[in-house]
Nanobody
Framework: QVQVRESGGGSVQAGGFLRLSCVVP????????MHWYRQGPGKEREFVSGIDRDGTTTYADSVKGRFTISQDNGKNTVTLQMNTLKPEDTAMYYC???????????????WGQGTQVTVSS
C-alpha cells in the first residue's frame, strides 16, 4: 500500500507560524511531484502549493509571500513553511503525491489523511 503521511498541524494565533511535512515511505524515488491542498469549513478543497522533482515551485495567490514549499536533497520529505498565518488559513491540509517516476513505481495520485491547521484571531 502507498501511504502518504502529513504532520505538523496545530493551533496558533494570527501572525504565527507552522511547518508541515509530508512523506511517502518507501516510494520517495517514485515521486513526480507533491502538492498541498486545503479545505476550510464549508469550502471546497483548493490548491495551496506544489513542487516537482526538479524543485520548481508553485503557489496559490492567497499564500504567496507567506508560505514556502521545499524538499530535502534526497527528496524524502516535502515541507510547507507557513508564516504570518491568518484566520482564513484555517483548514484541513492535505498532501497529494503523484507517483510514477519509474516503470516499477505505482502510478497515480495518492492522498494523505490530512493535518488540521487552526489559526485564531
Amino acid at each position: 500500500q502507498v501511504q502518504v503521511r502529513e504532520s505538523g498541524g496545530g493551533s496558533v494565533q494570527a501572525g504565527g507560524f507552522l511547518r508541515l511535512s509530508c512523506v511517502v515511505p518507501g516510494y520517495s524515488n517514485c515521486r513526480n511531484d507533491m502538492h498541498w491542498y486545503r479545505q476550510g469549513p464549508g469550502k471546497e478543497r483548493e490548491f495551496v502549493s506544489g513542487i516537482d522533482r526538479d524543485g520548481t515551485t508553485t503557489y496559490a495567490d492567497s499564500v504567496k509571500g507567506r508560505f514556502t514549499i521545499s524538499q530535502d536533497n534526497g527528496k524524502n520529505t516535502v515541507t510547507l513553511q507557513m508564516n504570518t498565518l491568518k484566520p482564513e488559513d484555517t483548514a484541513m491540509y492535505y498532501c497529494r503525491a503523484t507517483l510514477g517516476a519509474y516503470a516499477w513505481c505505482p502510478t497515480g495520485n495518492y492522498w494523505g489523511q490530512g493535518t488540521q491547521v487552526t489559526v485564531s484571531s
